[in-house]
């Protein structure tokens, strides 16, 4: 097992830069999460560490060794691909034998490791059957079990859960979660979708356009982002953003800081004699709660979070109210301010 | 490959029908007439054929004269096989389409790899190239290629039939074609996974190629087994000809016109493709479907 260190990693594909100067540290055996819009080169992060692409600058060290420049297989790094990446015409257990067997692996030791793995994932039942007689969570599951059998010293995920429906996701991201601690190895997982990356990570990074928008575990980055676009990316329904101008009265009591004042959904209060008036809209039921789209007297957009059975309707007025404790500050250039 | 036509006709018809679905009587008529066409065109395809087989198994009275009753007869066939080295044919020819059809696989397989997945300098050009050959008429290039051959020494060899065949345009293109098509995320897997170039195209551009080389395979032998009018140019003794120069010497008026004989050895030359696509054809036809040859 090793920590996973990236120092001041560059990379642009032609003219397009896609990864800028990068800093980042995983722990030994930390669970560190990759997450940002498509194209803001979490893929290539990963693909870099990985060794499918090569660094323009920076080093890349794995346990203190520096691989930036070695080949994939010399990296002890082991990948989860999102679309599985398992040879149709091989068997389940020679999908998962494949590494061993091109690295020359004596037939008793592969046996004997292709049917360990096959009890910890639950696959000793299909170790006989093609990729394509699989379910999807079969297959992500054999996929990591080719991961598994190399005893990497880093994991790679790449949006593994992406092709699966939302059910059978929530089992994967359990089940991955419950590997990694068993297995105590250092991953780096990669993905658009911020309940994994809420779920699942020790650390989050928040990319976009190359670039880190900030580093910190979940908790931290959920009640203090670094920036509106962090703000607006981790949680659900995002963030509301008000121009400080157009606040009026709803975060009434606070110092006026910023350009931009940022209130999380589920903090907005009904405080009928305070605060300011809103028109509800639409009504967006989601079982324990409901989400509120509504509009002020000044135009602002809100949305509000509201468990159920409140007995709002659309066209109802909404005395809403922000309280200070849960405001955020962020100035012209979407920084946070306090 | 004139043999495939009959099989294929009738396919093409159906599927034709529901494209020209109009309403009342013209759909009916339109499908009829279809399938008149195709079974007309499918017959006037297997007529030479059926024509070879009456007078190869009955006796030569019966060359041009039609009659249900005439006894059948087997003789023609050792008769054609004492008259000439046709056991040497055979051998020569299936020499032949291996040879060709393996060098074939090799360099095609390597070439479209390289075509398909590596970046070089030129790699349009040579490309281009490539398909250049498949747009040139092999039968342009007899003169030269026998200079060629001459050059080489190889004049009256079985090595000479092959050699100008042996880098197949048409391979190399199909190959690439399928490689293209093979998820990069695969190659990827594989190369974390520490093997090397070749093992790579070994163990997972080849096996997913399957179909491919299946329906290419089948082209390639054909049209070799098949094929004529270089062999008669470059051979000249019973050692490397092969079986259609051996037959059309056989069959050639100085030896004395015996129709039933000729059509005997006719059958005999041909029977191994016919038995072999009769055999295959589900197979075959699968493959040109996944491979996109139709």
């Known amino acids: 097992m090793a920590d996973l260190t990236l120092d001041g990693v560059r990379k642009s594909f032609g003219e397009t830069p896609v990864l800028q100067a990068l800093d980042l540290a995983v722990p030994d055996g930390g669970f560190c999460v990759v997450v940002g819009p498509s ?20 080093r890349i060290l794995i346990g203190g060794r ?20 398992l040879l149709p015409h091989l068997s389940v257990a020679r999908n998962i034998a494949f590494g061993m067997e091109i690295r020359g692996t004596p037939r008793a030791d592969i046996a004997a490791r292709v049917a360990d793995t096959a009890r910890i994932l639950r696959l000793e039942a299909q170790l006989d059957r093609k990729p394509r007689q699989l379910s999807g969570g079969q297959r992500q599951r054999v996929a990591m079990g080719r991961a598994i059998v ?10 593994p859960l992406s092709n699966l429906d939302a059910q059978l996701r929530a089992e994967m991201r359990a089940e991955i979660k419950a590997l990694h601690a068993r297995l105590g190895a250092t991953a780096l997982y990669v993905t658009h979708d911020q309940i994994e990356a809420m779920t699942m990570g020790d650390i989050l990074v928040v990319l976009n356009g190359g670039r880190v928008e900030q580093i910190g575990p979940p908790e931290e980055i959920y009640r203090r982002p670094a920036s509106t676009f962090v703000a607006r990316f981790i949680g659900a329904p995002p963030m509301n953003l008000i121009p400080s101008t157009t606040a009026g009265s709803l975060a009434a009591g606070a110092p006026a800081r910023g350009e931009t004042l940022g209130i999380r959904p589920e903090h907005l209060k009904l405080a009928p004699g305070a605060g300011v008036e809103a028109t509800a809209r639409r009504i967006e039921p989601h079982g324990a709660d409901t989400f509120i789209q509504a509009t002020t007297a000044e135009g602002v957009d809100l949305t509000i979070r509201l468990p159920a059975g409140n007995g709002v309707r659309a066209g109802d007025q909404l005395p809403l109210l922000a309280p200070p404790a849960h405001l955020h500050h962020f100035g012209a250039d979407g920084r946070r301010i306090a | 490959m004139t043999f ?15 494209v020209s679905a109009t309403p009342g009587v013209w759909p009916r008529l339109d499908r009829v007439l279809m399938s008149a066409g195709a079974w007309m065109l499918g017959l006037l395809w297997i007529a030479p054929l059926l024509y070879a087989a009456w007078t190869a198994f009955h006796p030569s009275a019966y060359e041009t004269r039609f009659d249900l009753l005439a006894p059948l007869s087997l003789e023609n066939f050792p008769l054609a096989w004492k008259q000439a080295p046709f056991a040497r044919y055979f051998l020569n020819t299936v020499i032949l389409v291996t040879s060709i059809l393996s060098v074939q ?34 039968d ?11 050059m080489l020494g190889l004049v009256d060899t079985i090595a000479a039939i092959g050699l100008p065949y042996m880098a197949s345009g048409f391979g190399i293109f199909l190959l690439r074609q399928t490689f293209m098509t093979i998820p990069r995320e695969l190659d990827e897997a594989a190369r974390i996974e520490g093997v090397s170039l070749l093992g790579l195209i070994w163990r997972v551009y080849v096996p997913l190629a399957k179909p491919t080389y299946l329906a290419f395979g089948l082209v390639s032998v054909s049209a070799h087994w098949n094929d004529f009018i ?65």
């Open chain 1, 39 to 58: 194209g803001c080169g979490k893929s290539t992060l990963l693909r870099l560490v990985a060794g499918l692409e090569t660094a323009d600058a920076g």
């Open chain 1, 66 to 85: 520096d691989v930036t420049r070695l080949p994939p297989k010399a990296r002890s790094a082991a990948m989860v691909f999102q679309n599985y990446a």
């Open chain 1, 150 to 159: 190399r005893d990497p010293q880093v994991f790679l995920f790449d949006e």
């Open chain 2, 4 to 18: 495939a036509a009959p099989a294929s006709a009738p396919t093409s018809a159906t599927a034709a029908a529901p």
């Open chain 2, 105 to 138: 696989l090799v360099v095609g397989t390597l070439a479209a790899f390289a075509f398909a997945r590596l970046r070089f300098a030129g790699r349009g050009i040579l490309f281009g190239l490539v398909l250049v050959q498949m747009m040139v008429m092999p």
């Open chain 2, 140 to 150: 342009i290039l007899l003169v030269e290629n026998y200079r060629t051959m001459r």
């Open chain 2, 230 to 294: 270089w062999p008669l140019i470059v051979t000249n003794s019973v050692s490397s000809r092969p079986l259609t120069v051996g037959l059309s010497i056989f069959a050639s008026p100085d030896s004395g016109v015996q129709w039933s004989v000729i059509n005997a050895a006719t059958l005999m030359t041909s029977a191994p493709l016919l038995i072999g696509f009769l055999l295959f054809q589900r197979q075959f036809v699968q493959s040109f479907m996944r491979a996109g040859i139709k």
